[in-house]
């Protein structure tokens, strides 16, 4: 509830960049969906909207552009399905994965991989 009030508040703000962290963390999935949704809406209004989020499907699914973070550098950036290609998505995050095109946007399926790669 907490969450929710603070984006709320930083929704009204007619800030030029709404920056937000982890907005969804904790969140139940309806509620992910909403605060999504809410900084969609700010993004395609004109307003300035960076998100970090750990889903990756989610991300994929609202963001213009990603940036994919590895040990603080940048290792890939630009569209979501771009950034997120299975080559990077083995190369930081060890997994072995697709996309699959969803009603509602790119999905992602993946399994890890051995510690051997």
């Known amino acids: 509830e907490r969450a ?47 998100v970090s989020l750990h889903d990756l499907s989610l991300a994929a699914r609202f963001a213009d552009r990603i940036v994919v973070l590895d040990q603080g550098r940048t290792a890939a950036e630009g569209a979501p399905t771009e950034a997120l290609s299975p080559r990077i998505l083995k190369t930081v995050f060890n997994l072995d994965a697709v996309w699959l095109e969803a009603l509602d946007g790119p999905w992602l399926a993946a399994r890890r991989l051995s510690p051997h790669g």
Not at 4 to 11: D, F, G, P, S
Not at 35 to 50: I, K, S, Y
């Open 4 to 50: 929710r009030v603070l984006l709320a508040r930083a929704l009204t703000v007619p800030a030029p960049l709404l920056a937000a962290d982890e907005p969804i963390a904790g969140l139940d999935p309806d509620a992910q969906l909403l605060v999504l949704e809410l900084l969609r809406a700010r993004a395609d209004a004109g307003r300035g909207v960076l």
